[in-house]
């Protein structure tokens, strides 16, 4: 008899967590499993199962986006469940924290995803499936499995249906060009690159536009929204050199500081993101579309044993 299935989340992102469990379904009665994040007076952190969990496949649905509590949690709540006899423990993390932090780019810095990664190994996760890592080569810096899942899956579908004509893919910097590459070969699309210079963290010196964007309608895709910076000065770049429409992709909707100012303030015809980390404020430019059916699946075929290779559409060639 296989071990049951049981999914829990913290505070990070419950609203995903909910409807990851409400697309599951099989096996789970009542959704999500009932967990307790105490906090005592001091902030100090303390997760509490409310129910038994040993021998069962537990599956913690946490994000680690700001605060830093959230990453704390997961990792408390991982130790718990080991402690708790659990038969297998998946961190799921649909967004994750400190990718950005994943190498030395400088002298005497951290590299932060890797210091992540093995805090989950460490602290007992026996496998972790997440989303659009910053850099996909942080997957090398766990010594346990990590699926990692491809928004393409949910964007490529409503691309489609937009019906685009003269469809142009734009990467807004060099970091994000084998993502975008990938994109518009589905699509059998052209793309072009906006190259940028920074002075400083979330400030642009210089950005140019390498391509021809003439009566084109773009699409920018990326991984991370933070301030929206970037995509703002990239739309406005392309739109200056000449393109019909610019709308913009991405998964992770960070969006601090400026973020909502910024996105009003462009030319953007719309930003579609996913609920990979909740949004803080409602535009009429932005486009949530909702990851849980991809994770449900996820969820489900690793407990079976089956492949996730059916949840990756962007190596395919439309009409092939």
């Known amino acids: 008899m296989q071990p049951s299935v049981k999914i829990f989340t913290g505070n990070s992102n419950p609203a995903l967590a909910e409807k990851i469990a409400k697309k599951y379904g099989k096996g789970l009665n009542g959704g999500l499993g009932k967990v307790k994040i105490q906090k005592f007076s001091d902030g100090e952190i303390q997760p509490v199962f409310l129910e038994s969990i040993?021998?069962?496949?537990v599956f913690l649905i946490q994000g680690t986006s700001a605060p830093s509590d959230n990453l704390l949690e997961l990792l408390l709540m991982i130790d718990a469940a080991k402690r708790a006899s659990a038969g297998y423990i998946t961190a799921v993390i649909p967004y994750f924290g400190y990718a950005r932090q994943d190498r030395k780019d400088k002298p005497r810095v951290a590299i932060g995803s890797k210091l992540v990664a093995n805090l989950l190994t460490s602290a007992g996760a026996n496998r972790v499936i997440t989303m659009d890592l910053h850099a996909p080569q942080i997957q090398g810096f766990f010594d346990i499995p990590v699926d990692h899942l491809d928004s393409s899956a949910i964007f490529i579908p409503y691309i489609e249906n937009l019906k685009l004509e003269n469809l142009t893919f734009a990467s807004p910097d060099v970091g994000s060009t084998n993502r975008v590459?990938?994109?518009a070969s589905y699509f059998n699309a052209e793309m072009v690159i906006c190259d940028k210079h920074r002075k400083r963290a979330n400030e642009i010196a210089s950005m140019v536009v390498i391509g021809d964007v003439t009566d084109r309608n773009i699409v920018l895709i990326d991984d991370i929204c933070d301030t929206a910076g970037?995509?703002?000065k990239a739309a406005n770049l392309l739109k200056e050199k000449g393109a019909r429409s610019v709308r913009a992709f991405c998964t992770h909707p960070v969006f601090s500081g400026k973020a909502y100012e910024n996105i009003e303030n462009s030319v953007l015809e719309e930003i579609v993101v996913c609920d990979t980390i909740p949004i803080k404020s409602e535009s009429s430019k932005i486009k949530v579309i909702s990851v849980a059916e991809?994770?449900?699946v996820a969820i489900r075929n690793m407990h079976e044993n089956k492949s996730i290779t059916s949840l990756?559409?962007?190596s395919q060639r439309?009409?092939?």
């Open 318 to 320: 439309r009409g092939d």
């Open 181 to 183: 590459r990938e994109v």
């Open 294 to 296: 991809l994770f449900a």
């Open 54 to 57: 040993r021998g069962d496949y």
């Open 312 to 314: 990756f559409i962007h």
């Open 230 to 232: 970037t995509l703002s």
